[in-house]
């Protein structure tokens, strides 16, 4: 029974490939939706999905290596089966099935494409009437206090915006291949360094269903925070966001009287 165990450990190894794939492609979205107490799945990014299926072909490799009889045996199963006819069954499943997976790969990477018509987008939307005169509460702190908050945001940016501004603000967060429309890149300096803090302030609060009726849709992913972040946790992340992506907030003009 062992050595006709054995003699499988191809059709094992390759079973086991296809099931890492069932559980990251099918049930890990609906897992962290779950464990994350969301009300959507919460999709695997098409680039961590390919390095979970290297990882998954590698490991399998590294077991049947581990040993010259355990490579041995499955390399014997591309030999004649004889009268194993379940060998015989699953060497000819294999042996038309690897051409189709060839021929499907590059028919998808090279048939043509559809595209979303191209929509006139207004990147940043007219500040709400109630949000223009807010402050940064710790704008006129002193030095240590505003190090603090700068550091507390910082921290409060890494476990809530990470996911899909990425470490570095910079849009490449793991979800962020997950969207149609990619998370903001926060380097650019065409982004937040062209907004006063209260503007930041009320996207992240409202986040994209407080987004104002013209011009929908806005297709945006952005949730509103302002159930989950105090008003105190927004600024902090505000300061910190900028100092992480490297910009300063746009400053207030002076009206003129």
Partial sequence: MGNRKNSYSMIV???SILIVFVIIKFIAPYAFMYLLAKDHTMPTPSTLMLWYMILAILGSLVYVSTSDLKWAKFLSFILPAGDDKTKAIFQKIIVISFPLLVGWFAYSGTMPGT???????IQHPTLLQEYEKLENPF?????????RCVEEGKILYQQNCRPCHGSKADGNGPFANAFRLRPIN?????TIATVVENFAFWRIKEGGPGLPNVSTPWDSAMPAWKDVLTDTQIWKI???EYVTAGVVARQREEMEH
């Fill in 186 to 190: 926060f380097t650019d300096p065409g």
């Fill in 238 to 240: 505000i300061m910190g």
């Fill in 115 to 121: 595209a979303s018509p191209v929509e006139l987008r």
């Fill in 139 to 147: 704008a006129n702190a002193d030095k240590e206090t505003k190090r």
């Fill in 13 to 15: 190894a390759i079973v």
